[in-house]
């Protein structure tokens, strides 16, 4: 069942962002793509979404980075293909994931990455009218 999105409760501008995205389910690994990335989460497009509420690992490929970028998210909202054929405002099925740390250091590191990948892909100046700065 999907839950709804609450756009509106969202902390972080969001940018689109197209990444590789590689995680495991059941013993069988999935690659998938963003849609778009924020510093407190993702959209990842998929027709198998997880179960809202899972929580699970995944990484982040970027072309720019030697290693992937490793992350903890939970499941928050999903869309399903149905969902998606229904509504033109939203035309990719897929799963709305907000990013889990484990402590203050981990949440600083990820955002600096996130905020780098959002620079890069952007462009400074589109980046600094999106964040309002």
């Given at each position: 069942?999907?839950?709804?999105?609450?756009?509106?409760?969202r902390?972080?501008?969001?940018?689109?962002?197209?990444?590789?995205?590689?995680?495991?389910?059941?013993?069988?690994?999935?690659?998938d793509?963003t849609?778009?990335?924020?510093?407190?989460?993702?959209?990842?497009k998929?027709?198998?979404?997880?179960?809202?509420?899972?929580?699970?690992?995944?990484?982040?490929?970027?072309?720019?980075?030697?290693e992937?970028?490793a992350?903890?998210?939970?499941?928050?909202?999903?869309?399903?293909?149905?969902?998606?054929?229904?509504?033109?405002?939203?035309?990719?099925?897929?799963m709305?994931?907000?990013?889990?740390?484990?402590?203050?250091?981990q949440?600083?590191?990820?955002?600096?990455?996130?905020?780098?990948?959002?620079?890069?892909?952007?462009?400074?100046?589109?980046?600094s009218?999106?964040?309002?700065?």
């Amino acid at each position: 069942m999907a839950e709804a999105k609450e756009s509106d409760s969202r902390r972080h501008p969001r940018a689109p962002i197209e990444l590789k995205v590689e995680y495991k389910k059941l013993n069988t690994f999935f690659a998938d793509y963003t849609k778009n990335i924020s510093k407190g989460g993702t959209f990842i497009k998929t027709r198998r979404p997880l179960a809202v509420g899972t929580e699970f690992v995944f990484k982040l490929l970027v072309p720019s980075m030697n290693e992937p970028i490793a992350l903890r998210g939970k499941v928050k909202w999903v869309v399903t293909e149905q969902q998606a054929a229904a509504d033109p405002q939203n035309p990719e099925a897929g799963m709305g994931i907000r990013f889990i740390y484990d402590d203050e250091g981990q949440r600083d590191r990820i955002e600096g990455d996130v905020e780098r990948l959002m620079v890069d892909s952007l462009g400074e100046l589109l980046y600094s009218k999106l964040m309002g700065r």
